[in-house]
């Protein structure tokens, strides 16, 4: 059996896990200032540079709001944050084909989920809002421009509906996925037309509280999108 050597932390990186523990455990406090740039290299028994990396990379995962001439504020990581990280890592994913074609299968088993649960738990309230957002998909058919950001709208408002953050910021993660590939897949001929055959239909039973028939719908609708969208990139000239 071989074994690698032990790569040391850098020094930043071991500043960095420090004050995210002392974030985690409270002894540095949500809200507050943290300590100036001096006194923590006294602290840490570190050169300047040393912190300023740290808490760069504090910054990137939510632990630090940072400012231009001013001391780093102390916050928690939020959904959007955490997944404005994973969404790196699926851009490198989705530049191959095969991991374009994984990402539409785990996009499509995801949104079905979120249909069904949506007419689980959906208020009159959130009905109305979906409906509202179909119908401003309805009025954009003829504008393939509009019609492909209200159809990112409309999925937009399902993935919001309750109260979980994490579908809608996952949703968000991929907005700018999802417009360049109805781009691409609205190319095809009477594509808008059933999008919105397949948005009406979703949204009826989320309308209705039909769970399984929410899931049926959108599970329908974008297997028909993938296939749409490998028709659209080979129509491209």
């Given at each position: 059996m071989q074994?690698?050597?032990?790569?040391?932390?850098?020094v930043h990186e071991d500043v960095a896990h420090q004050i995210e523990e002392a974030i985690i455990l409270g002894s540095l406090v949500e809200?507050?200032?943290?300590?100036?740039?001096?006194?923590?290299?006294?602290?840490f028994g570190v050169g300047?540079?040393?912190i300023r990396e740290a808490l760069l990379l504090l910054g990137r995962t939510g632990f630090l709001q940072l400012s231009t001439g001013g001391r780093a504020r102390i916050t928690r990581p939020t959904v959007t944050v955490l997944v404005?990280?994973?969404?790196?890592?699926?851009?490198?994913?989705?530049?191959?084909?095969k991991g374009e074609r994984?990402?539409?299968?785990?996009?499509?088993?995801?949104e079905a989920a979120i249909a069904r649960n949506a007419a689980e738990i959906a208020t009159d309230a959130d009905v109305v809002r979906l409906g509202t957002a179909l119908e401003v998909n309805r009025a954009a058919v003829c504008d393939?421009?509009?019609?492909?950001?209200?159809?990112?709208a409309f999925h937009l408002v399902l993935a919001e509906i309750g109260t979980n953050p994490v579908f809608g910021a996952l949703h968000g993660a991929i907005?700018?996925?999802?417009?360049?590939?109805?781009?691409?897949?609205?190319?095809?001929?009477g594509a808008a037309a059933r999008a919105l055959s397949s948005h009406q239909r979703i949204?009826?039973?989320?309308?209705?509280?039909?769970?399984?028939?929410?899931?049926?719908?959108m599970d329908a609708h974008l297997r028909e999108v993938m296939l749409q969208y490998e028709k659209g990139k080979e129509a491209v000239p």
């Open positions: 074994f690698q050597n032990v790569r040391r932390r850098k809200g507050r200032n943290l300590p100036s740039e001096r006194d923590l290299m006294a602290s300047r540079p040393a404005d990280q994973l969404s790196g890592s699926a851009k490198h994913l989705m530049a191959s084909t994984a990402f539409q299968e785990a996009r499509r088993v995801f393939m421009a509009k019609f492909q950001q209200t159809d990112v907005a700018g996925w999802l417009s360049l590939q109805r781009k691409v897949s609205l190319r095809v001929e949204y009826e039973a989320v309308a209705e509280r039909a769970p399984e028939r929410a899931w049926a719908a």
